[in-house]
Nanobody, 119 residues
Framework: QVQLVESGGGLVQAGGSLRISCATS????????MAWFRQAPGKEREFVAR????????DYADSVKGRFTISRDYAKNTMYLQMNSLKPEDTAVYYC????????????WGQGTQVTVSS
């Protein structure tokens, strides 16, 4: 089992930056891949970024490429999403996810953290 708890969401102006975190517990942190998804009001949940269990590979949605950076800290068992040059369309609930297979649906989900970008 893997437990995921997101934090760090909030309200930020367009063009600003925010870093959200996902604290993990349960299984060994390096034993699973991780990802961020988001869901805006009235829309389906969408993929944002993912990172392999060892951190060597990352992938991003086209909409956030060059603005967002996913990372993981093995000493703190925590994953991060650094979000720069934020746009109002980035407003969503951001979910942390963990999976045994890279690039597939998540096996574990966090409860989400709200990110709101004002224009």
């Amino acid at each position: 089992q893997v437990q995921l708890v997101e934090s760090g969401g909030g309200l930020v102006q367009a063009g600003g930056s925010l870093r959200i975190s996902c604290a993990t517990s349960g299984r060994t942190f390096s034993s699973y891949h991780m990802a961020w998804f988001r869901q805006a009001p009235g829309k389906e949940r969408e993929f944002v970024a993912r990172i392999t269990k060892g951190g060597a590979r990352t992938d991003y949605a086209d909409s956030v490429k060059g603005r967002f950076t996913i990372s993981r800290d093995y000493a703190k068992n925590t994953m991060y999403l650094q979000m720069n040059s934020l746009k109002p369309e980035d407003t969503a609930v951001y979910y942390c996810a963990a999976s045994d297979a890279y690039g597939t649906n998540a096996d574990y989900w966090g409860q989400g953290t709200q990110v709101t970008v004002s224009s």
